[in-house]
């Protein structure tokens, strides 16, 4: 299972008593393709584009950090596009969590100990 996050633009015409709902069925629609929605967080109220796009010029950004199959990437691409409130969304691969770095001193340690024995 990778993780990925989700960004999305919701089109500034959906009311914000309805946002949650809006925000539900993006989840579901993660769910549905095999994956697991760890977090949502939107972006706080509407925020201006620095383009107009479908004739808006402000948009509500929101993200969802998911963890799923590689495969399931393409069907929620594919629904995502099919949501008419969504005008701008983009899935981005998460780098995979980098071990600490050990000092060379404690790298050795180990070895020595196992020699001696």
Do not use: C
Not at 31 to 38: H, N, Q, S, W, Y
């Amino acid at each position: 299972m990778q993780e990925y996050e989700l960004v999305s633009i919701v089109a500034p015409t959906v009311p914000d008593e309805e946002l949650p709902a809006r925000l539900e069925r993006i989840s579901n629609l993660v769910t549905g393709a095999g994956g697991e929605v760890m977090k949502v967080t939107p972006w706080g109220g509407r925020r201006r584009l620095a383009y107009e796009i479908d004739r808006h010029r402000e948009g509500i950004y929101v993200t969802h950090d998911f963890r799923g199959p590689t495969r399931s990437v393409a069907e929620i691409n594919r629904g995502m596009s099919i949501m008419d409130d969504v005008i701008r969304h983009i899935i981005m691969r998460k780098p995979a969590p980098k071990a600490p770095k050990l000092p060379r001193r404690l790298k050795r340690q180990p070895a020595q100990a196992a020699s001696a024995g």
